[in-house]
């Protein structure tokens, strides 16, 4: 079956992220200990999905209602808007990035995004650059119920973009993009910025970004 569309994830992988990750943990941890959660439960060593799902479960457990935590959750979405956008201006894009994304879009395929960052932020850096008039399909985190690393983030987008898990291939530089991908069936191509070699060594990785191209003629 031949290659339809190309998902890109977007930190990391189309631009260097400044956003301060640790300030945001810190933010989410010390409003949701405030907010009724135990203080063991969460820490900032976790990631912010699984700071969340904690979060939940122990609010839940003390028989806080529905509404108090979807005012919760709403409030922690409320505080990563914040940071990330705060960040927006300082991120720099990943060299060989536009060439790479415009020779994929002059090909006939389908260009879309999948990112844990927050839809109004994604807009501002792709709108900043110049490359949001070739995405077909954006999914932010607060597009979807459950985003990546959970496999419904993927497949949400791959309808988007009118696309099957077997004609499309996603690009990202983090374990949780692998693990989206793998959950979904969707072919992956890891993105590294180093010469580790401790991940599977099965999944394809790429050290610059164009040689995305050289993969799809294969594809």
């Known amino acids: 079956m031949s290659l339809k569309a190309v998902i890109f994830d977007l930190d990391g992988t189309l631009i260097k992220s400044k956003i301060p990750f640790r300030k945001m943990k810190i933010r989410i941890v010390k409003y949701l200990r405030e907010a009724g959660v135990t203080p063991n439960a969460i820490s900032e060593d976790m990631m912010n999905f699984e700071i969340m799902r904690k979060a939940v479960e122990d609010l839940k457990s003390k028989g806080f209602s529905e509404k108090y935590i979807e005012r919760v959750i709403g409030e922690v979405t409320r505080l990563m808007n914040e940071v990330e956008l705060?960040?927006?201006d300082d991120a720099t894009?990943?060299?060989g990035v536009p060439e790479t994304i415009k020779a994929l879009k002059s090909?006939?395929?389908k260009i879309g995004l999948m990112t844990r960052s927050c839809r109004e932020y994604a807009e501002?850096?792709?709108k900043r650059f110049d490359l949001l008039r070739y995405f077909d399909a954006i999914l932010a985190r607060d597009d979807v119920a459950y985003?990546?690393?959970?496999?419904?983030?993927?497949?949400?987008?791959?309808k988007l973009l009118n696309a099957s898990v077997e004609e499309a291939i996603?690009?990202?530089d983090h374990w949780s993009d692998a693990e989206c991908a793998r959950r979904a069936g969707l072919r992956f191509v890891w993105f590294r910025h180093d010469d580790s070699r401790?991940?599977?060594?099965?999944?394809?990785?790429?050290?610059?970004?164009?040689?995305?191209?050289?993969i799809i003629k294969k594809c």
């Open 107 to 109: 090909s006939g395929l």
């Open 86 to 88: 705060e960040s927006a």
């Open 124 to 126: 501002k850096i792709l």
């Open 198 to 214: 401790d991940e599977d060594p099965k999944i394809l990785k790429i050290s610059n970004i164009s040689d995305v191209l050289e």
């Open 147 to 158: 985003p990546k690393p959970d496999p419904s983030h993927a497949i949400e987008l791959l």
């Open 93 to 95: 894009l990943i060299s």
């Open 170 to 172: 996603f690009v990202g």
